[in-house]
């Protein structure tokens, strides 16, 4: 198992960050979280078994260690602003907890062009779904974590443009 060197935690790891390159916006919001000196390794959607949820995200492994994340990660530049100039952004992920602790549990990511309650209804009714077909699922817990961003901010009748990124993930450890 990929997991064994981990404490067997999990928490939210999201924000925007204004940057000119991909990378250093991907590492500004890493850096919200200390997480930005660690290999990310991404994950698909499954809560490995006995993972609780903590608020902090503290005593983590040595600095260069991987750590292992689910995560939805967007770069917006200067062409997508034509495309999308009035447009809200949302992304959001969420996470089904089992209350068999033996048991796995679920992670669902979800972006779009939506505002963020329409994101969140959307969210809901997807792990709605997937708990319908996934019957042997008993549910401690379900937490979310969505955030919205515009694309431009007007200033006297300008409106001004910078290249950002959006990260929403859960990070392992």
Request: hydrophobic letters at 45%.
């Amino acid at each position: 198992m990929i997991y064994k060197n981990l404490r067997g935690c999990w928490s939210f790891v999201y924000g925007k960050a204004e940057a000119d390159y991909e990378q250093v916006a991907f590492d500004l919001i890493l850096s919200n979280f200390n997480l930005q000196n660690y290999n990310i390794v991404k994950v698909s959607s499954i809560l490995p078994k006995g993972f609780v949820y903590k608020e902090i995200i503290e005593d983590l492994p040595e600095e260069g260690e991987v750590l292992y994340m689910a995560y939805i990660w967007r770069f917006f530049q200067k062409e997508d602003l034509y495309k999308n100039f009035d447009k809200k952004y949302s992304a959001g992920i969420l996470v089904v907890e089992p209350k068999d602790k033996s048991k796995v549990g679920l992670i669902l990511e979800l972006e779009n062009f939506l505002e963020k309650e329409q994101l969140e209804k959307e969210l809901i009714k997807q792990v709605n779904y997937l708990l319908a077909i996934r019957k042997d699922l008993q549910v401690l817990d379900i937490k979310k974590k969505v955030i919205e961003t515009g694309f431009c901010i007007k200033v006297e009748n300008n409106f001004i443009f910078k290249p950002f990124g959006v990260l929403v993930g859960v990070v392992l450890w």
